[in-house]
């Protein structure tokens, strides 16, 4: 016979794995919790907003800053450092375009970035099909 305890996802040992317990004190099951309503991101002060995760603040969507998708897509060197400005401690980069020493740090970010968007050629074959899609022009543009 259960006591009320392991009724209510509690044992003998200490409590269960249950997040929370699936009966009430009657033995009727109770409904999943819904999760948090999670709030749409706000604009902040001037021309950067913040972002839904993580409270990132992005620069403002111009063509200073993010070039066209014609031309690889992408942050341009000044929306990098107009992002490095608002969120001090930033490591981003722009992308590895040049010609590069083999091993070298570059040549590194370049084998990685291609490995991940090959990976995105097989998980979107219409974009991989399509020379003037966003993913491809990125690739163009990185040299892969």
């Given amino acids: 016979m259960k006591t009320g305890l392991e009724i209510l996802g509690f044992s003998r040992s200490g409590y269960s794995a249950k997040p929370y317990p ?8 109770k409904p999943k919790p819904k999760p948090p309503v999670r709030k749409p991101f706000r ?3 001037g021309k950067y907003r913040k972002m ?4 990132d603040v992005m620069p403002a969507r111009n063509k200073k800053n993010f070039r066209p998708t014609e031309k690889g897509a992408g942050m341009t060197r ?3 450092a107009a992002y490095r400005r608002a969120n001090p401690g930033s490591k981003l980069k722009t992308a590895v375009t040049g010609k590069v020493k083999p091993g070298s740090k570059a040549a590194k970010r370049r084998k990685s ?3 991940r968007s090959a990976g995105q050629m097989k998980k ?3 974009a991989a099909k399509d020379p003037n ?3 491809r022009q990125a690739r163009r543009r990185w040299r892969c």
């Fill in 113 to 115: 970035f291609c490995a």
């Fill in 78 to 80: 000044a929306g990098v």
């Fill in 52 to 55: 839904k995760r993580g409270g």
């Fill in 124 to 126: 979107f074959p219409k």
């Fill in 43 to 45: 604009k902040s002060e």
């Fill in 133 to 135: 899609s966003r993913l």
């Fill in 22 to 29: 699936l009966v009430d004190k009657e033995g009727k099951r």
